[in-house]
């Protein structure tokens, strides 16, 4: 069964940074496609970034020069950098795997901006 794991999130001031990790119970070069949404309360859930097996990264437009994704395969894990957090960032972020038309989800991680 896969599970992801996220973690890194937290309460931080306007143009703070974060980095959120996704660790995966397997290898990470099994999915297609590997990404971060997040939620905000009264709001969908939306893409904020994902990457592809091949490397090809698309980021939502908000978060465009701000957030980076990245993975390191030794530790099955992936990374969203934020940098320069804005309050309309606060949400809950989740890590998503794409694997042979099957979606897994973390638990999700609370990411607040706030002074």
């Known amino acids: 069964q896969v599970q992801l794991v996220e973690s890194g999130g937290g309460l931080v001031q306007p143009g703070g940074s974060l980095r959120l990790s996704c660790v995966a119970s397997g290898s990470i070069s099994s999915f297609d496609v590997m990404g971060w949404y997040r939620q905000a309360p009264g709001k969908q859930r939306e893409l904020v970034v994902s990457i592809t097996s091949l490397g090809s990264r698309d980021y939502a437009d908000s978060v465009k020069g701000r957030f980076t994704i990245s993975r390191d395969y030794a530790k099955n894990t992936v990374y969203l950098q934020m940098n320069s957090l804005k309050p309309e960032d606060t949400a809950v972020y989740y890590c998503?795997?794409?694997?042979?038309?099957?979606?897994?989800w973390g638990q999700g991680t609370q990411v607040t901006v706030s002074s």
């Open positions: 998503n795997g794409k694997r042979r038309g099957s979606d897994y």
